[in-house]
C-alpha cells in the first residue's frame, strides 16, 4: 500500500487512509489471467476487443503487494465499477469478515499536480458512506467477494472501494450474500480442470441507479454475477441478477448464463457478451479423454480395460487402412 502524495498526502494521513497500488491499463486483459480463454466480456459503447470505449472508464489491474489480484472496468463518473473480474480457485482464506478497517482506494485514478483542489475525483471514499460519521445507510458490496478469495492476501486486495458499490445492508448481509455462498459452492461442485482442481471464470458487476450517496457515488438499482468454468469434458455456467433491496430468501436457484445476458441486454439496451463464445466450444476444443497412461493411475479398472480395448480396436483399423493403400 501508498498514501497519496502531494498536497493531499497530510489529510490522507489524519485520516489514517490506506491506498492500493495498482496499475491502469489501455487493455484488460493485461491484468492477468482473469477471464475465459483469454478474451474480455463485451459491453458496447463501454468496452470492445478490451479496450475502453470513452473517457469516463478506466481499467484498473488490481495490484496489491506486488501481484495481480484481479480486473476491474470502473466508471469514473459514477464512482462505481461496471464489473470486476477474477478467477476462483476455491477459497482457502480465514478472512471472512471486513476485518474492522478503512476500504483502500486507488491512487493512480486520482490526478496528481498542484492544480488540484479536491481529491477522490473519480472514485467513492469512506466518507461517502456515512450519514453521520460510523452511520451507514448503504455498506460498501465488494464485486469479488472475500469468500471467494483463493489466499488471505487475495482476501484483502478485494477491500478497496474501486471494487464495491453501495448496497443496502440488509440486502448485503442478507440476499446476495446468500448468492455468493451458493455461487460458490456450484462452482465446488461443478468446476474443474484438467488436473481436477476447481477452476471458474468469474463476472460480477452492478447496472447504474437513479440515485446518489451525498450527490456523488452512483447507487446500483442492480447487481449480477456469473461464472463459466469446465465440467470435466463440457463447459459449464450460471448466473444471476437481484434488486439492490432486502428481500427474505433462505435458498436461490442459480440462473442460465444465457437468462443472465438477455436481462443485461435488456436494462442496458447493448448486445453484452460475458464470455467468449458464450461460454461454449467446439467439440475439437473439448478437453480429450484420458489417455491409456493417464487412465491406469486415474480412472476405474473396468473403465481402464475399456479404454485400452478402444485404442487396440482403433490402432488395428487405422493399421488396416494404411496397408490397403
Sequence with gaps: MR????????VLLALNFPGIVSKLENNITQCGDFFFQGKAPVFPEILNDSVTQNDSYEIICQTYKNKSRFATLYNTTNKIP???????TYQTTNRLGQMGQLWMTESQLEPLGVE???????????????????????????????????????AESTLTLTNSVPL????????????????????????????????????????????????????PSLVWTAFCCFNRTSLYSRGYWAENKPRNETEIDLKSLDD????????LQIEVQLFNNNCSVNASQLRPILNASECHNKCH?????????????LQGISNMLVSTK
Design 3 to 10: 498514501l497519496f502524495v502531494g498536497s493531499v498526502i497530510c
Design 168 to 219: 443496502k445492508d440488509d440486502f448485503r448481509k442478507g440476499l446476495w450474500s446468500l448468492v455468493e455462498n451458493t455461487t460458490k459452492e456450484d462452482m465446488d461442485i461443478n468446476c474443474r480442470d484438467n488436473n481436477n482442481n476447481i477452476v471458474a471464470y468469474v463476472l460480477t458487476g452492478a447496472i447504474p441507479g437513479n440515485e446518489t450517496l451525498h450527490n456523488r457515488v452512483n447507487i
Design 82 to 88: 461496471i464489473f470486476s473480474a477474477y478467477k476462483y
Design 116 to 154: 488540484m483542489s479536491e481529491p477522490f475525483v473519480k472514485q467513492a471514499r469512506n466518507q461517502d458512506y456515512w450519514i453521520k460519521k460510523n452511520i451507514y445507510k448503504y455498506i460498501p458490496g465488494a464485486l469479488f467477494p472475500i469468500r471467494h478469495a483463493a489466499d488471505n492476501e487475495t
Design 260 to 267: 443472465l445476458q438477455k436481462f443485461l441486454r435488456t436494462n
Design 301 to 313: 479398472p473396468l473403465l481402464q480395460y475399456v479404454t485400452e480395448f478402444i485404442l487396440y480396436i
